[in-house]
């Protein structure tokens, strides 16, 4: 079946780091768009970070920009967030996505979040 398994997150403080790894399988990983979303209490879920399905292009929300950096490894069927000088309105719970977009349809899948707290 298909899994989407986060690990990684924890408590940091202002100003340090956390790398988070989201271990995939059940599906053609090297196929499908990945991205990171959040979500902080109290509010909706936000697009972090996307990588296309080669690692080719990347997209940053603008909070994280020059910060975050995604990355993936297809033989490893693996995507990561190196995330640099967190703050603590990073602080969220911060899930996996993959998505695989056809004409008439879509498949997507989540994972069950890893949380991060950034402490001031």
């Known amino acids: 079946q298909v899994q989407l398994v986060e690990s990684g997150g924890g408590l940091v403080r202002d100003g340090g780091s956390l790398r988070l790894s989201c271990a995939a399988s059940g599906f053609t990983f090297s196929t499908y768009t990945m991205r990171w979303y959040r979500q902080a209490p109290g509010k909706e879920r936000e697009l972090v970070a996307v990588?296309?399905?080669?690692?080719?292009?990347?997209y940053y929300a603008d909070s994280v920009k020059g910060r975050f950096t995604i990355s993936r490894d297809n033989a490893k069927t693996t995507v990561t967030l190196q995330m640099n000088s967190l703050e603590p309105e990073d602080t969220a719970v911060y899930y996996c996505?993959?998505?695989?977009?056809?004409?008439?349809?879509?498949?997507?899948?989540w994972g069950q979040g890893t949380k991060v707290t950034v402490s001031s």
């Open positions: 990588i296309t399905s080669a690692g080719s292009a990347t």
């Open positions: 996505n993959a998505l695989r977009r056809f004409p008439s349809t879509s498949y997507e899948y």
